[in-house]
């Protein structure tokens, strides 16, 4: 497990349950180089024997679950694939690190969840939402795919959802998403984290090895599809209409538009 934490914060708001804030709400959570290192080492150093932990709990900071990648760290790519390939390998590392993880994860998401921010939501093993909270996959905007979310949004919400979010760029309300399966309860923005704290409580009370093997069942056919949408994206990457989407929405930024 990482030493020290700069992308989120580590808290235990009841024994057992481990809550993993991302801390970047000035960005609103926006996922670059050192968020993704960070959610895979912290996955992957999960339930161990005699850490006590039994069950986790993902939410933002502020104002934001997560705004997706950050588009600063899309112009530092260059479109160059032998650049784009191993970063787009962290990113499905990280989110599929949350699927294997021993044990179970709830996403608790508040406010916005853009394109990997709705992803990191499929890649959880049960999801409540504030009812501000907005999904949406904002990747066709700069002329991409969600790399992720087309290889597990099929089994989450089925195809019809996937291609409505992924080709459109649209956003859903929190009913919405709860319609499409994406989430499994709605409540107050202001009873979201005592409510996700205390479905957390519940699971961690439950036989420890009963829980895994569940998990561990549900998840076992999570690994297929990858390398394509990794080939896929990574050429995404290089296209003109890409870069010239990056390009704007960095100058439009700067200018306060």
């Known amino acids: 497990m990482t030493a020290e934490l700069t992308r989120f914060t580590r808290t235990e708001p009841h024994p057992g349950v481990l809550q993993l804030t991302m801390s970047r709400p000035e960005k609103?959570?926006?996922?670059?180089?050192?968020?993704?290192r960070e959610l895979r080492e912290v996955m992957d150093g999960l339930g161990e024997e005699?850490?006590?932990i039994r069950a986790v709990i993902i939410t933002g900071a502020g104002r934001?679950?997560?705004?997706?990648?950050?588009i600063d760290m899309f112009a530092g790519l260059d479109g160059d694939v032998h650049r784009t390939r191993p970063h787009l390998r962290r990113v499905y590392d990280a989110f599929h690190a949350v699927e294997r993880c021993a044990l179970?994860?709830?996403?608790?998401?508040?406010?916005?969840?853009?394109?990997?921010?709705?992803?990191?939501?499929?890649?959880?093993?049960?999801?409540?939402?504030?009812r501000s909270a907005r999904f949406a996959f904002k990747e066709p905007a700069v002329g991409l795919?969600?790399?992720?979310g087309v290889v597990r949004g099929p089994a989450v919400m089925g195809r019809h959802w996937t291609r409505y979010l992924a080709l459109s760029g649209r956003d859903v309300d929190a009913e919405r998403a709860?319609?499409?399966g994406v989430v499994q309860e709605v409540h107050p923005d202001e009873s979201l984290l005592p409510e996700a704290v205390s479905l957390a409580a519940e699971i961690a009370?439950?036989?420890?090895?009963?829980?895994?093997?569940a998990k561990a069942f549900i998840n076992r056919d999570?690994?297929?599809?990858f390398n394509e949408s990794v080939e896929a994206t990574a050429l995404l990457f290089g296209t003109e209409e890409h870069r010239d989407a990056v390009k704007a929405f960095r100058e439009s930024r700067a200018s306060g538009a």
């Open 28 to 36: 609103l959570n926006a996922m670059d180089q050192a968020w993704f």
């Open 50 to 52: 005699g850490d006590g």
């Open 64 to 70: 934001a679950f997560s705004a997706g990648g950050d």
């Open 104 to 130: 179970p994860v709830i996403a608790a998401v508040n406010g916005l969840a853009y394109g990997g921010g709705t992803e990191l939501a499929l890649a959880c093993d049960v999801v409540l939402a504030g």
């Open 145 to 148: 795919m969600p790399g992720f």
């Open 178 to 180: 709860e319609r499409a």
């Open 205 to 213: 009370s439950r036989p420890t090895l009963a829980v895994r093997c």
């Open 222 to 225: 999570t690994d297929g599809g």
